[in-house]
Each structure stands twice: as C-alpha cells, then as structure tokens.
C-alpha cells in the first residue's frame, strides 16, 4: 500500500478532517510615499500622517486584502477647535477696543475691581505684566507680589492704561500673596473675604499671624461699592495642576462658597499652557486643537469646582522679547471673560435694590 504524502500547512489550519483549508499569515500593508502602493515591508514607526493599515489576505485565493485601520499609539490634535477663536491682527485691534472702551454700568463706579487669587507662583503678576505689555506695546515684566518676601505681602492694585496711556480703562487687576496650601506664608479665609469686601486698604502688607481687624491702619469699616471686588478670577498653573494637593481643594471649595455668598462671581484662569503642550509652546494658536490642554483643563475645573465654562486659557509674556498677535488675543480673550463675568455683578446690583445709578 502506498504511503499517504505528508501535507505540511504554510499557514493556519481550520475545517475538518479530510477537507483542508491553509490561510496565509496575516500581512501588514504600508503605503509607500513613492508609489502610494501597498508595501509589505515591516516599518520601523507608525506615522502620526499616514495611519498603518493591518490587511488580512488569503493567498490562496488571491483576493484583494482588507483594510482594517489601526489606531496611532501617538497623542494627536482635535481634528476641530473646541472653542472659535480668530488668530489675526484684526482681532486684536478689536478686542483691545473693547477692553479700553469698557466702562462699568454703575456710574458710582469709574473701574470694576478684579482680584486675581491662586496658588503662589501660579502666575498672577505675570499675567497682570501681560496685559500690560500689550497695551504698552512692548513686554515689560513687573517684580512678582510675594515671590522675593515670604513672611509679608503687599496688596497692589494695577489700573490697565489704553494703548496711548491717555487714560484708564475700566478695569483694575488686583494682586495680593498666593495661597499658602497650608504654609505659613499663605493668606487667612478671613484675610481674603477682607479684600473682597472692601475693608483692607491699597498697600496693606499681610503679615502671618497679623490678621485684618477693625483696629488695622487705613481698615475701611464702611466700604462703597467701588471700594469692593466686583469679579474674582483663580488663576492655577496648568504644569502643576495634577501636582497640587488635596488640601488646596479643599480651600478652593471654601474660598468660592463664602465668595459666592457675597453675590462676586468667579472666573478662572489656565496659566503656563505652553508648558503642557509643545505645540501650542510653538504656535498660541493650536491652543484649542490641543487634547492635553482640554484634558487639564477639566482636572483644573475639577480644582477649582467649577465648569470649565468659566476657566480660559492664556500664555504669560516670560522670556520672550517681543509681542505676539497670537499671544494677545489668548490673553485679551481672557480679559474681555473677566469683564462678563464683572457686569454680572453690577447687573445683580440693580438700583431698586442699591439705590445707585446705572448707565443704560
């Protein structure tokens, strides 16, 4: 009897006895940037242009592969902004009209007062030196409140000139020390809720164990509504903000519930983007193509305990020399957020209910 010849598979066997059906191993296909073909050459990395596709052929048959696209391991931009914003020269020009034209609504107040409040180094001075900057139309950095002192701290308020420096806009940034996070270097809830309030007077120095009283030089015990902080902006670095602790939080949760329960609405501010994103470092103006942005922003609105609605990114002037019209826009972008969320104060404070006058 003859010996039956051995059937070697070249690829995988499936089906039953007596009935064989040998698939080919799977080929990966990669189109080549000469021909655009098919190549089955094994590629050393996955391009972040030109997505690999795993094709699964039968040989034996020989029909066309089918393309299964495989995902990137590689972090990649949004496809769409998710928020509009138009990067050009015009819209600057138009955004700083707005800003300087900007009066508040109450005649009893010539400028509505913003205090910036957030962790220490977390860039506040900074971001009042770039709206300066821009303004002026030349970056210049001021000495930072409490980066240089850590046992006292001045309260410094920061009228933003127009363009031409004729006259103040309607708008006042206010800086005093960062929150300590447990430090002792950091201010009270006591200490803050003052400054809001109106009691603690320009160029008060904070001191650790010196709280605000009524027996305090220059304590305003009867502030008028210009005295006030009419909006609130938290400014947190986005470098760092997986890095804070549980603990500021916390002090986030108690600072916006006593805020709020003074009727001053609360905005925030997303500094040090560039550090968390390389490309947006290259150019401002993918800012909101990038995923790792929107990812940290929602762990900052997490933060803060509040929407991202309210949080708007910006790049502070740092090194650079010169000004950008992409730089600008982010951060007259964020002013003219400020400047909403301040309205809504004077709008809250209607006459019937304050007996002052408001513009129409």
């Given at each position: 009897?003859e ?5 070697k ?28 073909q ?7 990395l ?5 997505q690999p596709?795993?094709s ?12 299964i ?7 990649q ?7 509009d914003?138009?990067w050009?020269?015009e ?6 009209k707005?800003v300087s ?10 400028q ?17 030196s770039s709206?300066q900057s821009?303004f ?14 850590p ?8 009228s ?5 420096r004729?006259e ?6 206010c ?12 201010l009270?809830l ?11 007077p320009e ?24 005295e006030k902080?009419?909006c ?19 002090t986030?949760?108690?600072?916006r519930?006593?805020?709020s ?14 550090k968390?994103c ?8 993918e ?7 929107k990812?940290?922003m ?5 933060l803060?305990?509040m929407?991202?609605?309210?949080i708007?990114?910006?790049?502070n ?8 019209v ?5 951060l007259?972008?964020a002013v003219?957020?400020i400047l909403?969320y ?10 019937q209910?304050t ?6």
């Amino acid at each position: 009897m003859e010996k039956e010849k051995e059937v070697k598979p070249s690829g995988f066997e499936f089906g039953v006895t007596g009935a064989q059906t040998t698939i080919a191993p799977p080929v990966f296909s990669f189109p080549t940037a000469s021909t655009g073909q098919p190549s089955t050459q094994p590629a050393a990395l996955f391009s972040l242009s030109s997505q690999p596709k795993f094709s699964w052929r039968n040989q034996n048959e020989g029909e066309k592969p089918e393309e299964i696209p495989v995902l990137s391991t590689f972090p990649q931009g949004l496809d769409s902004a998710w928020r509009d914003v138009q990067w050009t020269e015009e819209q600057k020009t138009t955004l700083m009209k707005t800003v300087s034209s900007y009066r508040p609504k109450c005649e009893e107040v010539p400028q509505a007062r913003v205090l910036l409040l957030g962790p220490l180094h977390s860039g506040k001075s900074s971001f009042i030196s770039s709206v300066q900057s821009l303004f002026n139309g030349r970056v210049s950095n001021r000495a930072m409140v409490g980066s240089f002192f850590p046992t006292s701290f001045t309260k410094k308020s920061f009228s933003i000139h127009t363009q031409k420096r004729e006259e103040n806009t309607g708008l006042v940034l206010c800086d005093i020390p960062g929150l300590g996070d447990g430090e002792v270097s950091g201010l009270t809830l006591h200490d803050i809720l003052s400054v809001i309030k109106g009691h603690v007077p320009e160029g008060h120095k904070f001191s650790p164990g010196q709280p605000v009283v009524s027996e305090t030089d220059g304590y305003v015990k009867s502030p008028s509504l210009k005295e006030k902080i009419h909006c609130v902006a938290f400014v947190v670095d986005a470098s760092r903000i997986t890095s804070y602790s549980k603990g500021l939080g916390s002090t986030f949760k108690q600072l916006r519930e006593h805020i709020s329960d003074l009727c001053v609405h609360q905005v925030a501010l997303l500094t040090h983007v560039d550090k968390v994103c390389p490309k947006t470092a290259r150019d401002v103006s993918e800012v909101y193509r990038s995923l790792s942005i929107k990812e940290t922003m929602s762990k900052a609105g997490a933060l803060l305990g509040m929407s991202t609605s309210y949080i708007v990114p910006v790049k502070n002037y740092s090194s650079e020399l010169d000004l950008d019209v992409n730089t600008d826009v982010l951060l007259l972008s964020a002013v003219d957020h400020i400047l909403n969320y301040a309205d809504l104060f004077f709008q809250d404070h209607m006459p019937q209910n304050t007996g002052q006058k408001f513009k129409l």
